[in-house]
């Protein structure tokens, strides 16, 4: 049931989303006033993009804005890239764009023929004061939101700083097309983001890191000074034609999230709520989008409160969403420094993939000529071969396929013998008949009391041994060319705990055996046991049992080893600031607190057969604060590359309890993406890759060269094989076992 009567609106902030929402409640027959305090004519930036759907919904809501703005759009496909004077163009994208100016004239003269009343050059009353005189107040007053801040108790926003600058231009030509563009100068890296939004018009944005601006002096320049030195530095973008600018600063952007958007009967809307990084459209597009959804609630709900209520909860998913897009897009461009040197094609492929909303199969579709050249680059043997299905080899083990099957404790040895059973068997089994190329065992703990939980495996005994060789022998001859790979670790203070579907972390209610860490820190603090700090006699016997158990590991027929040192167990207890605070040799600076890791390290390596491949997974970041950076994990893991490492699997977190995570799908990949092109050495990505596009994207864009899969590979065991199904794959790197062949289609499904 919509609301009934009539109701007083206060619109604050004159930008595209408050002129929006002001015409489409007045259609609706409400009374709507709005206050801006420039004037009529005044803009500030140049040109917008729309997406299709945005476009669609303004067409459903008001046919006649849709179609003053369809007669202005310019319209374009393709996006170019231009990286180290090549240019490299993908078609198929879609996208149209105006004049700022030109759109707020539209929204001017829809608000003006429906009776909104417009209040130019004028300051709006505080909103306390406008929601005591009208039944709604919508803040659309900019990233600098007067009605946010004052309320900022209730809103609870977060302000965040990007580490670029970039200055709003435009050019007196247009563009053919959206276009990318690197400059490497003495200073470093600056881009261009260029598109056109009349037919004679552009928008041109410059952007680069902090300390690049400021080595190149344009802290110290005026407008004028920019403009022409932006100009020359895009000179063969622009072919010698100048710059011009509007008021145009220096500035960075500042992405806004907003715990609340609604405060009794005051909205907020548009920037005033949340922004998203320019880079991945505009925040016109994320106001217009807003004023649809609070229209439509309004219309719908049968007072004011559950309208806003509806409009958040309609709108919060979408632009989260966004915002998680936008961040990744933000960051991609804030580490270009770092891909400069990929190829150029990948570096197209990398660019357009940035954010995650354009995905390998989605390019395809888009440009299937881009992406097959892509695809040859990148060595699939021919069209019919996804990325994912390419080989790839690690010193003398050359895996048939690109996909990880994640080391998962599954807390299932039998009465604490640490002894993998039948469980272990078909858990393992079944995910090498379904077809990864590596198949990893979960944590194996190389002495009693670097268990987890009493369900935890280890390799510490005969029997252990027997129990993995078992396994091995299985995965060789039921799987042939799966390979097997062990991780090996130890616990420190994160052990002695329950089951993890009992209490996760929870200490065991009895039972409990002894502690050891870097530090005598617990890991829950009042919850946990306190850990003994280890003494030198401890970290030789510990060492030993690490090089013991990575002779039984051998002796099982495991293809790959791996040292655990992620996630707050003990080898990563030593190299977190937040869990070692030791003061002998072993602690303090970064080098100290890596000793101990590397002697573990140099002790299995010593012992681990030379033609087999031995990795380290890594926390490339705390998630918390004073914990590792990513500066410090390129630091970690140059050091274990210099002692042999074959490849780095890139996780994070998990070291500290009170963390704070940003999940989302792949969050934890950019970590894994730094370290590869800082480094140039092979890289595992973990943490959320749900999709076998996602897989594809990863590999051809030359952030991971494997991808571990966990949580997937849990809900079907043979998620490898119908990845390899749904791409309509059917060769030597997904083949299917001969007992499963008659399955290898999708059946058929009711009548079908």
């Not at 439509?296 to 559950?306: G, K, L, Q």
């Not at 097997?484 to 993890?500: A, D, E, F, I, N």
């Not at 399955?743 to 058929?748: K, L």
Request: hydrophobic letters at 45%; a negative charge; aromatic letters at 8%.
């Amino acid at each position: 049931m919509a609301v009934e009567k009539t109701l007083r609106v206060a619109v604050v902030g004159g930008g595209p989303g408050g002129l929006y929402a002001a015409a489409l409640l007045a259609r609706q027959g409400h009374a709507v006033e709005l206050w801006e305090r420039n004037a009529p004519d005044d803009t500030f930036g140049f040109g917008v993009v729309l997406s299709d759907e945005t476009l669609g919904g303004i067409e459903r809501a008001d046919a006649v804005v849709h179609a003053a703005l369809s007669a202005e759009f310019v319209r374009w496909d393709d996006v170019d890239v231009v990286h180290r004077g090549r240019l490299l163009t993908s078609g198929g994208h879609g996208f149209a764009a105006l004049g700022r100016r030109r759109l707020l004239e539209i929204l001017h003269e829809r608000c003006a023929g429906l009776g909104v009343r417009l209040r130019f050059r004028a300051e709006a009353p505080d909103a306390r004061q406008l929601a005591a005189s009208h039944d709604l107040v919508i803040a659309a007053d900019g990233v600098h939101s007067a009605t946010r801040e004052s309320g900022a108790g209730h809103y609870g926003p977060s302000v965040t700083p990007g580490r670029c600058r970039y200055v709003w231009l435009a050019a007196d030509f247009a563009f053919e097309s959206f276009r990318f563009e690197i400059a490497e100068t003495e200073h470093g890296v600056m881009q261009l983001h260029a598109y056109p939004y009349a037919a004679d018009a552009s928008t041109v944005i410059v952007e680069m890191r902090e300390e690049v601006w400021r080595a190149a002096g344009l802290d110290l320049a005026d407008e004028d000074e920019s403009v022409a030195r932006c100009a020359k530095i895009f000179s063969e973008a622009l072919r010698g034609r100048p710059l011009r600018g509007n008021r145009s600063t220096w500035t960075r952007f500042h992405t806004v999230v907003s715990a609340r958007w609604s405060q009794g009967n005051v909205a907020l809307l548009g920037d005033a709520a949340h922004t998203a990084h320019f880079s991945i459209g505009s925040g016109t597009k994320l106001a217009v989008e807003d004023a649809l959804a609070l229209a439509e609630a309004v219309a719908a709900e049968p007072d004011v409160p559950a309208a806003l209520a509806a409009y958040e909860a309609a709108r919060r998913p979408a632009v989260a969403s966004t915002q998680r897009a936008a961040a990744a897009s933000m960051r991609w461009f804030e580490e270009i420094a770092g891909y400069v040197d990929q190829p150029a094609r990948q570096f197209a492929f990398n660019l357009l993939t940035r954010s995650r909303r354009v995905t390998h199969d989605n390019l395809r579709l888009r440009d299937e000529r881009f992406t097959g050249a892509v695809e040859r680059d990148f060595g699939c043997p021919d069209a019919h071969t996804p990325p994912m299905f390419t080989p790839f080899t690690l010193r003398g083990l050359t895996l048939r396929n690109r996909v990880v099957v994640s080391p998962m404790d599954m807390y299932s040895a039998p009465d604490g013998t640490g002894v993998p059973g039948d469980f272990h068997l078909v858990h393992l089994g079944s995910r090498a008949l379904g077809g990864a190329g590596l198949v990893m065992t979960e944590m194996v703990c190389v002495n009693a009391e670097g268990r987890i939980t009493p369900g935890c495996t280890g390799l510490y005994t005969a029997e252990q041994a027997a129990g993995w060789r078992r396994i091995a022998d299985f995965v060789h001859t039921g799987a042939p060319g799966v390979a097997l790979g062990v991780q090996l670790g130890h616990s420190g203070r994160k052990g002695s705990t329950r089951l993890m579907w009992e209490g996760m972390d929870d200490p065991l209610p009895e039972g409990n055996w002894p502690l050891v860490a870097a530090s005598a820190l617990p890991y829950r603090p009042g919850i946990s046991a306190v850990p003994r700090a280890l003494d030198a006699e401890d970290l030789s016997a510990i060492r030993s049992d690490f090089a013991a158990a990575a002779v039984r590991a051998a002796d099982c027929g495991f293809d790959l080893l791996e040292l655990h040192c992620a996630h707050g167990y003990l080898l990563s207890g030593f190299l977190s600031p937040l869990t070692n605070h030791r003061t002998d040799a072993y602690g303090g600076p970064l080098e100290n607190r890596l000793r101990f890791p590397l002697e573990v390290f140099d002790a299995v390596r010593a012992v681990w057969p030379d033609d087999r491949p031995m990795t380290v997974r890594l926390s490339a970041t705390d998630w918390a604060p004073g914990g590792t950076t990513p500066e410090d994990a390129e630091r970690i893991a140059a050091a274990f590359v210099a002692r042999g490492a074959d490849a780095i699997d890139v996780s994070t977190g998990q070291v500290v309890a009170d963390e704070a995570p940003e999940y989302g799908r792949s969050y934890q990949t950019p970590y894994a993406d730094r370290i590869r092109n800082a480094l140039g050495v092979p890289v595992i990505a973990v943490g959320a890759i749900s999709s076998w596009d996602d897989v594809n994207s990863l590999l051809l864009a030359g952030r991971a060269d494997l991808c571990a899969v966990g949580r997937p590979h849990l809900y079907d065991p043979h998620w490898t094989l119908h990845a390899a199904a749904d791409q309509a794959y059917q060769g030597p790197a997904a083949p299917w076992p001969a007992p499963y062949r008659a399955g290898s289609r999708t059946p058929p499904t009711g009548r079908g």
